[in-house]
């Protein structure tokens, strides 16, 4: 099983690579759409991504939209991860 | 060249988008690689025989009803003859392994008294699932045209939500009546177990409240097209294919095919949304972008057989009735099952249902279609668009046999002759679509299809891969794309006045 620390930093990298961000400005604080600069077109984008690099479903809407921050995209990660170990 | 708006691709929702725009009074251009306008739309001519290749029937166009609202408020309609099956016909649904005929009518009354007694320990399985279609369907605008588009549209996961198969497995255990009940799949390409219930119930729904006919078919819609363009002053330019789309300034500036550039300030492209990234230069879309659209997933293809009969009369029961065989239980599209002894199977003679009985009467056409994979014709896809191996040919030949085949054992047709015939390998090149999807791209549960925004500014999408599929589908996602760009309650309200 993979670590909530692991998870942090996968999604860190996967935002990197797949929205072109400066690895430095990917701190938990900072927010996706102010400080990151994403917009609601890359929200789909984003969620896209990170199911299939963690072979798992964001199909929760409001979850989503809930995230504000690197931090709590973070968290849902592990949340949506970890239920998902519980599930298997 | 100049124009406000190019629209790449003449399919319907290019030939519908193209249509809003100009009547916004937009200068607008309609650029298709093909020689003929019309794409999965446009017929085909075999020893004086005219086919269709995408339409054989279509729901959604009755009174009040969106496609024919909207081809009302384009001026469409009154170039068309649109005339509804009548009460009578019907999809035949004969299950493979029991040999069980269900009727499927295009009326939800008829349809219910039908599944009652074909299945009469399933009444309230059969009342739930025809409740949900058309509870669903009420909450969806181009259903339910007193709601406002806006909200509908900006659902951030329509792939969310419940799946067709578990939906099904809970009202009823039978196979036969599951059978019966996802049939309407083979309208949308989608295996049972990938289908979302919203999907499914948006194309069951418009079938089970009319079917319609055209006279002369999908050709003649582009035909209406066509001659309303011509006042308009919109230009088709065929045998154009966009080989790239202009950018300066980060945005679109024009776009370029082999023989000419245009200029313009927006581009709508209606092709298969992966195909897009050919187009654009590199960088335009971030890395997470390309990746989805590479990997959305496709809808089935199919095998078809474009034949004819001797004796005309010999059709007259398919004239209302289009034969189909299926296997009992979800596996409708099960790839694994293409053999055509045991894979679903449809039989239709769409030139019957001309309104003039001698041009019906007359009509000796008939088409034969199955589900097909892409790896029965993979060993003969080298050399694509050259010449295909011998082999190919004989590959051919005999899926056509087995397939007239089964045509005589499931309902005694016996003497057709193949005249044309339509694989994977021909969908993918005259469709231009990966793997020849029928339907193009998925939509189904888990995939998010690509909206009509698009990150460039002045690029847009429009086309089946985007809001939905068939023609009620992408006409749709013209009407959308153009609503997009003009503004999208403000059109949707004109639109819905043609009420
Ligand atoms: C065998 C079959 C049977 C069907 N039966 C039915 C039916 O009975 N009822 C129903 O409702 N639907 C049916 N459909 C589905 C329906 O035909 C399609 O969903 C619909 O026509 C798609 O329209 P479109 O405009 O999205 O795409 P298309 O019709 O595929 O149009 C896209 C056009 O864009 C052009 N293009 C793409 N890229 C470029 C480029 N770079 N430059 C220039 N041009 C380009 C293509 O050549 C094509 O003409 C059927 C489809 C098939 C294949």
Redesign the pocket.
Known sequence: MISDEQVHQRVAQIMAEEFELEPESLQPDATLYEDLGLDSLDAVDMVVALEKAFGMKMTDEEAVRAVRTLGDLFDLVCRLKNQQVAKE | MRAEVVV???????LTVAALLAKRNRQVVV????QKPG???RHFVRRGIPFD??????GCLGSGKILRVLWEYLGIWIHLRVHPFPSEGNDCLTLRHSGKSVRAFFSYERLEDELQQAFPNEAEGVVTYLKTLRDICDSIPFYNLDLPLTPFLRGLFPPAGIGLAPFLTSLTKDPDLQAVLVSPAF?YGVSPRQASLAVHAMVAHAFISGAYAIDGGGQAIVDAFLSIFRKAGVEVLTG???ESIIVTDGKVAGVKTSEMEISCSQAIY??HPA?LLD?VPEGTFRQAHCSRLQDLENTTS?F?VFGAVDNPASLRDLTWVNHYAIPSGLDILDVNLICPEESALLMTAPGRRYSDPALSNASRGIIL?RPASWDEVAPFSIGAGGTRPASYKKWKSQSADKLLDQAKKLWGYSRIEPLAI?SPLT?RDK??VPGGA???VRHCLNQYNPGAKTRLPGLWLS??GTLM??????SL?GLVTAGEIEGLEPLWDEVRQCR
């Open positions: 790449i691709g003449s399919g319907i929702s290019g650029l298709e690689r093909n794409g999965a739309l290749i995408g339409f054989h029937y279509s309208l154009q294919e966009v209606t092709g195909d187009l199919m078809v279609m339509g969908f469709l231009g029928v339907y193009g086309g089946q599929t068939g023609i009620v589908g992408a996602s």
